[in-house]
């Protein structure tokens, strides 16, 4: 085998490596050189790994924190009031904020807000959709 095609090889199955570990929720980086350096072994291992879902995958960026699933109590019950720092969940399931208020209603006007979204704020015992959170909601809406 002349060397060429051998490194054509190395790239190709460090390709196959890396789409089909992209699928799975891991690294394409990594097992694009781990398919390449292995061959048909990086692949065997890629598909004897159990896959990783989104929710134990998430990227974390410096202004958002990932979250479980289940979200346990935060803070001290308090009477509820609209205003303070304001924290929300945005589609990937990641804290957003701190927000004031003024700059949710903002998001709220642009879409992206909706009743179904997850809010906190310290004034309130845990994380609530905006829609059981009734007096917040007319207000957004105002």
């Known amino acids: ?23 799975r929720g891991r690294s394409p980086f990594s097992w ?13 291992l890629l598909f004897i790994l159990p896959p990783i879902s989104n929710e134990e ?5 410096t202004e958002e924190k990932p979250i479980p699933d289940e979200m346990p109590p935060v803070g001290k019950p308090v009477e509820y009031s609209p205003t303070g720092e304001w924290f929300f ?4 399931k990641t804290i957003c904020g701190p927000f004031s208020s003024q700059m949710l209603k903002e998001k709220w006007r642009e879409g992206g807000l909706l009743p179904e ?6 004034s309130i015992v845990d994380w609530k959709k905006i829609s059981q959170l009734k007096p917040f909601l007319d207000w957004l809406k105002a």
């Not at 694009?32 to 065997?44: C, E, K, N, P, R």
């Not at 969940?89 to 990937?92: I, R, S, V, W």
């Not at 979204?117 to 310290?122: G, L």
């Open 32 to 44: 694009f050189l781990i398919g390449s350096l292995l061959g048909w072994y990086g692949l065997l």
């Open 89 to 92: 969940l945005n589609q990937a």
């Open 117 to 122: 979204s997850w809010v906190w704020n310290e």
């Open 57 to 61: 995958h998430m990227p974390s960026r």
């Open 1 to 23: 085998m002349t060397p060429w095609l051998t490194v054509i090889i190395w790239i190709v199955l460090g390709c196959l490596a890396a789409v089909s570990a992209s699928s």
